[in-house]
């Protein structure tokens, strides 16, 4: 049987040792978020030079690159000032509100102030557009860019914008829309199925098996559409027949009374 004191000083040691490679561990931690630090610092005054230069897009991609290491209210408001500086307006009201409201380096009173107004400005080259599409499953897309699912109201800066809107089963529509910042612009969209389509563009479905060679879908056939005309035309020619005849048979009967009198005279003769 071992004595109660050696498991005691086992114990001891290695608990002694834990503690030893904690601080060692706490120390590398540190090291490495110190590194992580210093290249956060450089990359963020990297931004601001490029900033400074009106060099936007590289001052953007610093700017991503800080925030990927340690986001917080500073960074968003970096990427919030360089999206309004490129006009990518509603890009730079979702940083500038993430600025405002982050909790990690808050901004002090100046800077708050001055995203305020930033956003402010943004906001009027903006317009907010409710969505009325159908079917509730399509696919939105403004611009190439997806759409959020079932999105019942998005931003679009102001101007021109190609929209595009598909759904299994239903054929699909693109259009132009123009938006401007003032109130809120309808965006409404009805697609119509492809069995509807087919039935359209297809004679055969028509009841009245209409005519196909002209392309009019439920149209009478080309006959049956004429049929007053011919009519008219018939009842025409036969007017003129009788009229020929009552002519001719008026003419010869007049040759053949004696005298030039008429056939009626002629018969009855003198009184």
Same mark, same amino acid.
């Given at each position: 049987?071992?004595?109660?004191?050696?498991?005691?000083?086992?114990?001891?040691?290695?608990?002694?040792?834990?503690?030893?490679?904690?601080?060692?561990?706490?120390?590398?931690?540190?090291?490495?978020?110190?590194?992580?630090?210093?290249?956060?610092?450089?990359?963020?005054?990297?931004?601001?030079?490029?900033?400074?230069?009106?060099?936007?897009?590289?001052?953007?991609?610093?700017?991503?690159?800080?925030?990927?290491?340690?986001?917080?209210?500073?960074?968003?408001?970096?990427?919030?000032?360089?999206?309004?500086?490129?006009?990518?307006?509603?890009?730079?009201?979702?940083?500038?509100?993430?600025?405002?409201?982050?909790?990690?380096?808050?901004?002090?009173?100046?800077?708050?102030?001055?995203?305020?107004?930033?956003?402010?400005?943004?906001?009027?080259?903006?317009?907010?557009?409710?969505?009325?599409?159908?079917?509730?499953?399509?696919?939105?897309?403004?611009?190439?860019?997806?759409?959020?699912?079932? %999105?019942?109201?998005? $931003?679009?800066? /102001?101007?021109?914008?190609? #929209?595009? &809107?598909? @759904? +299994?089963?239903?054929?699909? =529509?693109?259009?132009?829309?123009?938006?401007?910042? %003032?109130?809120?612009? $309808?965006?409404? /969209?009805?697609?119509?199925? #492809?069995? &509807?389509? @087919? +039935?359209?563009?297809?004679? =055969?479905?028509?009841?009245?098996?209409?005519?196909?060679?002209?392309?009019?879908?439920?149209?009478?056939?080309?006959?049956?559409?004429?049929?007053?005309?011919?009519?008219?035309?018939?009842?025409?020619?036969?007017?003129?027949?009788?009229?020929?005849?009552?002519?001719?048979?008026?003419?010869?009967?007049?040759?053949?009374?004696?005298?030039?009198?008429?056939?009626?005279?002629?018969?009855?003769?003198?009184?």
């Amino acid at each position: 049987m071992r004595p109660w004191h050696e498991g005691v000083g086992t114990a001891f040691v290695t608990a002694a040792l834990l503690f030893v490679l904690s601080i060692l561990g706490g120390k590398v931690r540190a090291e490495e978020r110190s590194a992580e630090a210093l290249i956060y610092e450089r990359t963020v005054q990297r931004g601001v030079q490029e900033m400074a230069f009106q060099n936007y897009l590289e001052a953007r991609s610093l700017f991503l690159e800080a925030h990927k290491l340690f986001p917080n209210a500073r960074t968003f408001r970096a990427l919030g000032m360089v999206e309004y500086e490129l006009r990518n307006y509603v890009a730079a009201l979702g940083y500038l509100e993430q600025a405002l409201k982050s909790d990690s380096r808050p901004l002090d009173p100046e800077k708050r102030a001055q995203v305020e107004q930033l956003r402010k400005e943004a906001n009027s080259f903006v317009a907010r557009c409710e969505l009325r599409i159908k079917p509730a499953s399509a696919v939105v897309e403004i611009d190439g860019e997806p759409v959020r699912e079932n %999105a019942r109201e998005i $931003l679009l800066q /102001v101007g021109n914008h190609d #929209l595009q &809107v598909s @759904a +299994a089963g239903f054929n699909g =529509a693109r259009r132009q829309i123009g938006v401007t910042g %003032a109130g809120t612009t $309808l965006i409404s /969209v009805t697609l119509v199925p #492809l069995a &509807v389509e @087919a +039935a359209r563009a297809d004679p =055969a479905s028509d009841a009245n098996h209409g005519d196909a060679s002209n392309g009019v879908v439920g149209a009478p056939s080309r006959g049956r559409r004429l049929w007053w005309l011919w009519t008219g035309i018939g009842l025409v020619a036969a007017g003129v027949a009788a009229g020929l005849t009552l002519t001719l048979t008026s003419d010869r009967t007049q040759r053949e009374a004696p005298y030039g009198g008429s056939a009626m005279t002629a018969l009855k003769g003198p009184s």
